[in-house]
């Protein structure tokens, strides 16, 4: 069980900060970071929808992989002082 726990403390680092650079990189409204990027370059011309969807996809995906692994640490922490 501690071996599986470091693990999941691992990915947990990992896939927060990645989700943070990648909701940094979103294309904002009022400009932002994603501007500091190339993202505010000709918009009309540079959006494109496709890169965004990935982009959007992606980071729904490591966002479930964030919120089960803090939920499995929950559990294992959970269960294993009650032991």
């Known amino acids: 069980m501690e071996i599986l ?37 000709g918009s009309n011309l540079g959006s494109s929808g496709v890169a965004e969807r990935n982009l959007n996809r992606f980071t729904v995906v490591l966002g479930l992989i964030w919120f089960s692994s803090i939920v499995a640490l929950g559990l294992i922490t959970k269960f294993s002082t009650g032991a």
């Open 5 to 41: 726990q470091v693990v999941l403390q691992v990915v947990l680092g990992v896939t927060s900060l990645l989700l943070t650079f990648l909701i940094l990189l979103h294309k904002g409204r009022g400009g932002g970071l994603s501007d500091m990027f190339g993202g505010g370059m």
